[in-house]
């Protein structure tokens, strides 16, 4: 038998469920809010994103710089004296030197042997720009020897800032050479003598020995940043590249006073400084003090293209970190240097045997 089932509904009400009528989408004011609410946390992200990103790669900046500095260091251990750099010259016999970088000589202690046993050292170059038939262009390395354009071609890594453009072969690391125009020592018997050239870590011409840095390891650079240029013959970018001034500079006060005065947007120039890492040259791998870092001052050459390596000037470090550049001292650390530092303090650290008393270098370590 059969019983009947109690009822699942109360007497009088339906037997059907009462199902609400189901929702297809937002409306358009729900949808309005949403997207406003992406767009502020948008808004608070990506300035904390560009940051990290900016730091990141100030980072990597100085690990590539204390890698040369070991590599530095390493060198001054089995060669007593710190890798030497020329730019090609003819002395009073008559002789001629091939111009080479301090880079070149650091290749065996960053882990490229093999990169260093391709380069030809009797046939490296001139280092000047070559002009291109029936072309007002200049492009770099057209005078560098064929034997060597293996090397002009060869993208060191550690030579690269990850926050400048990554040209093939390029340049981004330069060696201090002091705080003068020029390259002729006080006592030589050149044109433009100053006290501040030939007074860094880095002569040209000759390795400099621990006992000369008198200053101390710790209180003299190494190396530090520049940009390399823009490689737009055409257009005179002052960030990047080297205007040519027509006359000497012979003085660190007078190169900042001219240099200075005589940009223009139709400037005679050089776009392609950096572009190798081959050539001993204010124009590929050396840079000096007589300007602070980032200077609104534009680097500039004494002469004109011609002038093989870059003639006397300003080349001032300079980078795309916000507010300074980074730096490394002979004694391997490496360190930011804030683009307001005092000239003097930034001159005196630029000396291997100034003397100065200026304590720090006044840099915040990142």
């Not at 900046?61 to 003819?90: D, E, I, S, W």
């Not at 209180?219 to 040519?244: C, K, M």
Request: hydrophobic content about 40%; glycine content about 10%; overall charge neutral.
């Amino acid at each position: 038998m059969i019983r009947n089932m109690p009822s699942e509904f109360p007497a009088g009400r339906s037997e059907r469920f009462s199902v609400p009528p189901s929702r297809r989408g937002l409306t358009v004011i729900e949808v309005l809010v949403v997207l406003a609410v992406m767009g502020v946390l948008l808004a608070l992200l990506m300035p904390a994103v560009q940051s990290a990103r900016a730091q990141a790669r100030n980072l990597q900046c100085q690990n590539h710089l204390k890698q040369l500095g070991l590599a530095a260091q390493n060198h001054l251990a089995v060669h007593r004296a710190l890798p030497m750099t020329r730019t090609r010259f003819r002395d009073g016999s008559g002789a001629v030197y091939p111009s080479i970088s301090s880079h070149v000589r650091l290749l065996p202690y960053l882990d490229q042997s093999d990169l260093y046993a391709t380069i030809e050292f009797d046939h490296i170059g001139i280092d000047f720009p070559g002009q291109l038939p029936d072309s007002r262009k200049l492009v770099p390395g057209a005078n560098t020897q064929p034997a060597n354009q293996t090397a002009l071609k060869t993208t060191v890594p550690v030579f690269l800032c990850p926050a400048d453009v990554q040209r093939i072969g390029g340049n981004n690391y330069r060696a201090c050479m002091g705080y003068g125009p020029g390259i002729f020592g006080p006592k030589s018997n050149a044109l433009c003598p100053d006290p501040g050239n030939a007074a860094g870590a880095f002569v040209n011409g000759r390795g400099v020995r621990v006992s000369e840095i008198a200053d101390g390891l710790s209180h003299t650079i190494l190396f530090s940043e520049q940009l390399i240029g823009d490689a737009q013959a055409e257009r005179y970018t002052p960030w990047t590249d080297a205007f040519y001034y027509e006359g000497n500079l012979c003085s660190g006060e007078e190169a900042r006073r001219q240099c200075g005065r005589f940009a223009r947007a139709d400037s005679a120039h050089d776009s392609f400084r950096g572009t190798t890492w081959l050539l001993g040259s204010w124009r590929q791998s050396w840079y000096n003090h007589v300007a602070t870092p980032n200077s609104n001052i534009p680097d500039c050459s004494a002469g004109s293209e011609l002038m093989v390596g870059g003639g006397n000037g300003s080349y001032a470090a300079r980078s795309y970190h916000t507010g300074g550049v980074n730096v490394v001292m002979v004694d391997g650390s490496a360190r930011f240097v804030n683009e307001q530092i005092d000239l003097a303090v930034w001159q005196a650290q630029s000396s291997r045997a100034g003397g100065e008393a200026v304590g720090d270098i006044a840099a915040s370590h990142r």
